[in-house]
């Protein structure tokens, strides 16, 4: 069996990695694709060293662009690669503009499409993410929800056939990588913090980024905030900051420490030993419950609903009132802050990724693993 892995950007190469290293187990060396969505160092070269996963076959250096810009080159450029290669199955990871162009070139050569975090919806079609996932779900023959509320809603679009409840691949990364940060991340002695001491604040989605208000909104955020913040923040955040003149002010804000994006070993240790995160990162919301700490999420919807569900994080939004309100409460509140911190864990027992290359290799080997023209019939 010849799977192929397309990815472009850092939590597809998180969640992806346990999935690459169950078929390595199995004497399966897959076809490793990377679109460079996130081209910048910083952004994925070092995540792929830190999860041991040297073998890139192709780097297509997409790079950056608009939504159809983006996502033209990266299809024109998968492709080429796919009718070369010939893979048995093409496995996409998420929501991105990559998992997108890989489900549709793929699917349109007749190679069949495994979708990892199959099912994801935040019901709101102005993010370009929800269009994204949506039809890379209706591309796939494979659908791999991480939930029975993700496979729901692949019911509710009616794709009931081949889809496989299987946990996230989130939890199998999380728990093999947070005791390797541990030993081996000095993130809190170079930033001179102090575990729980902090909140660990990440933002970059386009709709509080593009929008000069949201940004703004985000900003007066911050600079209230009643404890000390760490911020990694994304080139083209940065960027959007400097240009408004935003940068300066955060800059000048005593308890605010900008900082570029952070290895993932290093990220993981902030995360674990964070007071509370703020967020508009699905993937930092599941890391949060897995890593019990309490996760304040800085948009109107989600496609994680479950983490809300269970008590470990909460949609404030970017209404500053509500932010502090709740801030405020895990700060002063023990009891209010034991419970989001001990918030059940909903994303499975960490063995994603062996159940989901079971799963294919069963399907390979009955002959049953390719595009049926009644897949939606």
């Not at 509710?156 to 940060?181: F, K, M, P, S």
């Not at 208000?213 to 959007?240: A, F, G, M, Q, W």
């Amino acid at each position: 069996m010849k799977p192929a892995f397309v990815f472009g950007t850092r939590p597809e190469i998180i969640k992806l990695a346990p999935v690459i290293r169950a078929f390595e187990k199995r004497g399966i060396e897959p076809l490793i694709i990377h679109t460079g969505q996130h081209y910048d160092y910083e952004m994925s070269q070092v995540f792929l060293e830190e999860l041991e996963l040297h073998k890139i076959d192709y780097h297509l250096e997409v790079g950056s662009g608009t939504q159809a810009n983006q996502t033209g080159l990266a299809m024109i450029k998968i492709e080429k690669v796919l009718m070369d290669e010939k893979p048995d199955v093409t496995l996409v990871q998420g929501d991105t503009n990559t998992v997108l162009a890989g489900a549709l070139a793929s699917v349109k050569l007749k190679i069949p499409v495994a979708h990892v975090e199959a099912g994801l919806r935040s019901f709101d079609r102005t993010m370009p993410e929800e269009i994204n996932r949506i039809l890379a779900d209706h591309a796939s023959e494979v659908l791999f929800a991480p939930t029975e509320e993700a496979r729901k809603n692949l019911e509710r679009e009616g794709i009931v056939e081949g889809v496989y409840v299987v946990g996230n691949t989130i939890v199998d990364a999380v728990l093999q990588n947070a005791e390797v940060a541990e030993r081996k991340s000095n993130i809190l002695e170079k930033l001179g913090l102090k575990p729980k001491g902090y909140a660990l604040l990440t933002a970059h989605r386009a709709e509080n980024t593009d929008s000069e208000e949201n940004l703004r909104k985000l900003v007066d955020i911050i600079k209230s905030l009643p404890i000390k913040v760490i911020y990694p923040v994304h080139p083209r955040t940065e960027k959007r900051l400097k240009s408004l003149g935003l940068w300066e002010e955060l800059e000048r804000e005593e308890h605010v420490t900008l900082t570029k994006p952070l290895g993932y070993l290093d990220f993981l240790k902030l995360q674990k030993n964070a007071k509370l995160v703020l967020t508009d990162s699905g993937g930092v919301q599941e890391e949060s419950i897995i890593l019990d700490v309490p996760c304040l999420t800085l948009r109107y919807n989600t496609e994680r609903p479950e983490t809300v569900k269970a008590g470990g994080n909460v949609l404030v939004g970017l209404e500053k009132d509500r932010v502090m309100h709740y801030v405020e409460r895990l700060l002063n509140d023990e009891e209010f802050y034991k419970k989001m911190a001990n918030a059940e864990n909903p994303f499975g027992d960490g063995k994603s990724g062996e159940r989901m290359v079971d799963i294919l290799l069963e399907l390979y080997e009955k002959g049953e693993l390719k595009v049926k023209s009644s897949r939606f019939i």
